[in-house]
Nanobody, 116 residues
Framework: QVQVVESGGGLVQPGGSLKLSCTAS????????IRWYRQAPGKERELVAA????????NTADSVKGRFTASRENGKNTVFLQMNNLKPEDAAVYYC?????????WGKGTLVTVSS
C-alpha cells in the first residue's frame, strides 16, 4: 500500500523556521524524484522545491530561494524541507509528491501558518 505522509507543519512567527518531513512507503523510494508543492487559499498549487533521486540535485522556486532547502535520507524513505525566514506569504498547505515516469503519488498535506 502506497503512503506519502507529510508532517512538521504548524504556526510560526514571521522570520521563524520550520522543518517539514515527507515519509513514504509502499514503493521503491530511491527511484522517485520528490517535489514539494504548496497551495494557499484561493491560489493555484505552486512548485516550491524538487530533489533528485540521489539528493545531489535540488531546485527551488525563486520565491523561496535562499530560504528553503530540500534534502533526503533514502535510508529512511524521508525527504525534508527546511524553511527559514518564513514570511506571511509562505502560509499554505504543503504537499509532498513522489514522481517516477508516469507514476505520481501525493500526500494529504501539512498546514503551515505564518503569523504574529
Amino acid at each position: 500500500q502506497v503512503q506519502v505522509v507529510e508532517s512538521g507543519g504548524g504556526l510560526v512567527q514571521p522570520g521563524g523556521s520550520l522543518k517539514l518531513s515527507c515519509t513514504a512507503s509502499g514503493f521503491t523510494f530511491t527511484r522517485y524524484e520528490i517535489r514539494w508543492y504548496r497551495q494557499a487559499p484561493g491560489k493555484e498549487r505552486e512548485l516550491v522545491a524538487a530533489i533528485s533521486t540521489t539528493g545531489y540535485t535540488t531546485n527551488t522556486a525563486d520565491s523561496v530561494k535562499g530560504r528553503f532547502t530540500a534534502s533526503r535520507e533514502n535510508g529512511k524513505n524521508t525527504v525534508f524541507l527546511q524553511m527559514n525566514n518564513l514570511k506571511p506569504e509562505d502560509a499554505a498547505v504543503y504537499y509532498c509528491n513522489a514522481k517516477y515516469n508516469y507514476l505520481n503519488y501525493w500526500g494529504k498535506g501539512t498546514l503551515v501558518t505564518v503569523s504574529s
